[in-house]
């Protein structure tokens, strides 16, 4: 990581890992949750609250430049993360990524002000993770603010199989963010800044 001011360097990520994913969106919450139990699946990780910050320098550079640095808070763990440019041209969301684990959410945020970032922006969402045996990729299942929807992370040819096998075809592929989906939502509702369930505490994302 660098600090705000320091000139990137091209190859920066470079040696980062990838992650392949996309999102599906939910109509019936209930029904898609017997739909993945019916194919095998088994809850990995029970419905838990996320609280999400993302940062960015004062002249938004991150953000200018395709790339996202976020804390999460996940229960009672906090994780640090930073993700790469998404590949263009591609039915997915290709993108570098690592994720660290830290001692909590505020030293965290602390430590990222003092290398220049601020809060930028908040969301909240309920996830549950499925897994499977002899299954490479997982299924997330997410309740937020704006609608629920799946998030499929594996290989390009896994989130295809898995897909169609729930249900889905490839026009059904979202590879916007969840900023990107808010940012269209609000088009349309009037709501705060943040993507919060609470929307009256979305007007000021430093707030946490």
Same mark, same amino acid.
């Given at each position: ?52 910050? %993302?940062? @960015?320098?004062? @002249?938004?550079?991150?953000? =200018? ?26 039915? /997915? ?7 660290? *684990? #830290?001692?909590? #959410?505020?030293?965290?945020?602390? %430590? %990222?002000?003092?290398? !220049? ?5 908040? $969301?909240? *969402? ?7 045996? !002899?299954?490479? !990729? *997982? ?9 629920? $929807? ?5 290989? @390009? ?13 490839? =026009? ?5 963010? $969840? ?5 269209? $939502?609000? /088009? ?9 369930? @609470?929307?009256?505490? !979305?007007? =000021?994302?430093? =707030?946490?």
């Amino acid at each position: 990581m660098y600090h705000c001011g320091l000139q990137k360097k091209d190859n920066e990520l470079s040696s980062m890992p990838t992650e392949i994913e996309v999102k599906l969106p939910i109509d019936n919450l209930k029904s898609m949750r017997a739909k993945i139990r019916r194919r095998g699946w088994r809850v990995s990780s029970r419905r838990q609250f996320e609280a999400n910050w %993302l940062f @960015d320098c004062t @002249d938004d550079s991150l953000r =200018n430049s395709g790339r996202v640095l976020r804390v999460r808070q996940s229960g009672v763990a906090t994780w640090l993360t930073v993700k790469g440019p998404v590949q263009q041209d591609t039915p /997915h969301k290709i993108r570098e990524e690592i994720e660290i *684990k #830290t001692p909590g #959410t505020k030293p965290t945020i602390a %430590l %990222l002000g003092t290398l !220049g970032y601020n809060v930028t922006w908040r $969301y909240e *969402k309920y996830r549950r993770c499925f897994t499977k045996a !002899g299954e490479s !990729g *997982k299924i997330l299942l997410d309740e937020t603010p704006i609608g629920n $929807y799946l998030e499929l992370e594996g290989s @390009d040819a896994w989130i295809d199989n898995t897909s169609m096998a729930l249900g889905f075809k490839y =026009n059904d592929y979202i590879t916007a963010s $969840y900023r990107g989906l808010f940012e269209q $939502y609000t /088009h349309i509702h009037p709501v705060g800044s943040n993507m919060l369930f @609470d929307y009256r505490a !979305g007007k =000021n994302a430093s =707030n946490y």
